[in-house]
């Protein structure tokens, strides 16, 4: 049994136009002005998300240095630096508990 029900796609024509169906929720068709506007807002929030995340690598990244033993005390270690210490400092203690 075809059904005449638009959409359904049983019984149409092949070059027949279709019926336009409203668009629902988040494909509503929008204006310049509002499109501007969410894709500021959305770029503000990505940025705050991408400053927190930065302030927590920082953060996480002065904890690591604060437990390195370097030498002379005050000298402050890059991100990298800090990172390649860490594994070579990790590893020469595996090394001695190993040898131990």
Known sequence: MPSDAPGSGEGAEPGAP???RRRRGRARARTEAL???LKRSRRVKANDRERNRMHHL???LDELRSVLPTFPDDTKLTK???LRFAYNYIWALSETLRLA
Do not use: D, F, S, V
Request: proline share 0%; no cysteine; charged share 35%.
């Open 35 to 37: 499109l501007h506007t």
């Open 58 to 60: 920082n953060a996480a």
């Open 80 to 82: 990298i630096e800090t």
């Open 18 to 20: 279709r019926e336009r």
